[in-house]
């Protein structure tokens, strides 16, 4: 699709509509699953099943919420729409087991990212509206603004339009979580899935965890102690976090010491040097391929989920430096 405007819609100018009427089956009752439900329904979406696979631990804790659960194949018939929310990396299964031979003629297809469609892990027939309706944060924070009468910044695209009003579900699903509430903008499901790897690699995740973990350990090789290394290296990252979120980045550096803003103009332009932007240009053509999704989605069917590396971050002296800070100031047993 071609990217129409750069001006976003609000919740006065959409009919809700489509989405309330629409059977709708959720798949997956994680922090994206379970933030849409409740949303959903509060925002009077009358016909919504939770679809989980045998055994799923989410099954009580979306029985306990009032939902009605069903197996996925049984969801693929009955509903309208399906709201794929599972983990990206386990959607080609999904898809190809337990929704293609199953599904309702002309049901659509709603996702909240672009990853899935965009490396072909899912390919629609068809009859299908395949629809991108994602709200810019973690899944949980989609309940948690809600709650506030707010919402997450909202982007929508459109991959496939069988019906004709495959847009006019977008945008009512969107506005429905809560995003109408403060903007929803169209995208592209190419977009949406390069900008959201990249940016959680390089800066939100990978580059984040890997200036925090490196200037740790350089502190505490300089002597300081462990405690007071990680307060200035991770602890205080939120209260800068914050200031970007509220003021930018220009406001962030108003907001905070001239020696500490002095010392950060004088070692940014280091950090930001070739070295880095190898890593970057490498980071882009990984994720632009089917290099980066490819081997994840080959990683997750083999089993093989990160398990090692997170017992690995667990015994790293860092973690036992935040769970004791931690315990201290919050009372936090973790």
Not at 310 to 321: F, G, K, Q, S, Y
């Amino acid at each position: 699709m071609t990217v129409e405007t750069s001006e976003p819609l609000y919740t006065a100018d959409i009919d809700l509509e489509p989405v309330r009427q629409c059977r709708l089956a959720i798949v997956g009752y994680g922090n994206h699953g379970r933030s849409h439900a409740l949303c959903l329904r509060e925002s009077g979406v009358r016909e919504i099943r939770i679809a989980l696979r045998d055994g799923s631990p989410s099954r009580a804790k979306a029985e306990a919420d009032g939902f009605e659960v069903i197996a996925l194949p049984e969801a693929a018939a009955w509903a309208d729409a399906i709201s794929l929310l599972a983990a990206d990396e386990a959607h080609r299964q999904i898809w190809s087991d337990s929704i293609l031979p199953f599904r309702k003629p002309g049901q659509a297809l709603i996702l909240c990212h672009g990853f899935s469609i965009h490396y072909g892990l899912i390919e629609p027939p068809a009859d299908a509206d395949i629809i991108l309706a994602a709200a810019k944060g973690p899944g949980g924070a989609v309940r948690q603004e809600y709650e506030k009468g707010k919402g997450l910044i909202g982007f929508w695209a459109v991959h496939q339009d069988a019906s004709g009003r495959a847009r006019e579900l977008a945008l009512a699903y969107l506005a429905a979580i809560g995003s109408g509430e403060v903007g929803i903008f169209p995208t592209t499901f190419r977009e949406e899935t390069v900008s959201d790897l990249f940016g959680e690699q390089v800066v939100l995740v990978g580059g984040l965890v890997a200036l925090a973990k490196a200037s740790y350990e350089r502190l505490v090789a300089a002597g300081v102690s462990e405690r007071m290394a990680y307060i200035d290296c991770v602890h205080e990252i939120k209260y800068l976090a914050d200031l970007i979120q509220a003021r930018g980045i220009a406001g962030m550096y108003e907001a905070i010491s001239d020696t500490a803003e002095f010392g950060a103009r004088q070692i940014e332009g280091k950090i930001a040097g070739p070295a880095l932007k190898a890593v970057f240009d490498q980071a882009m053509a990984d994720i632009e391929s089917d290099r980066f999704a490819r081997k994840w989605v080959e990683t997750y069917e083999a089993g093989d989920a990160m398990k090692a590396e997170r017992a690995a971050d667990r015994a790293l002296p860092i973690e036992a430096a935040g769970a004791d800070l931690r315990r201290r100031i919050y009372g936090a047993t973790k």
